[in-house]
Nanobody
């Protein structure tokens, strides 16, 4: 069974920074990609593939950075110059291979609030 545990959300003032973390646990063979999404439609914020390629939503380019630690099966979303419009619940997603089959798993979500 694959589980994702997120952390790092909170309240921050406009212009501030936060870093979200998401760790995968379980018996997995390979992680194809990590992604961060936010409400309401779970719009894509950023994704990173196993080869290191990244994709960002236009609204966060230049402000957010997605990274990963392959050893720890963890992805990070560094969010700088936060704006009130970034307020949302952020969800982590991981896709990959099991010993048999594949997985596509979501975290529980973490609230990010940008307000003065």
């Amino acid at each position: 069974q694959v589980q994702l545990v997120e952390s790092g959300g909170g309240l921050v003032q406009p212009g501030g920074s936060l870093r979200l973390s998401c760790t995968v646990s379980g018996t997995i063979a390979e992680i194809y990609s990590f992604g961060w999404y936010r409400q309401v439609q779970r719009d894509l914020v950023a994704t990173i593939f196993s080869g290191g390629n990244t994709i960002y939503a236009d609204s966060v380019k230049g402000r957010f950075t997605i990274s990963r630690d392959v050893v720890k099966n963890t992805t990070y979303l560094q969010m700088n110059r936060l704006e009130p419009e970034d307020t949302a619940v952020y969800f982590c997603n991981a896709r990959g291979a099991l010993q048999v089959g594949t997985f596509n798993t979501w975290g529980q979500g973490t609230q990010v609030t940008v307000s003065s």
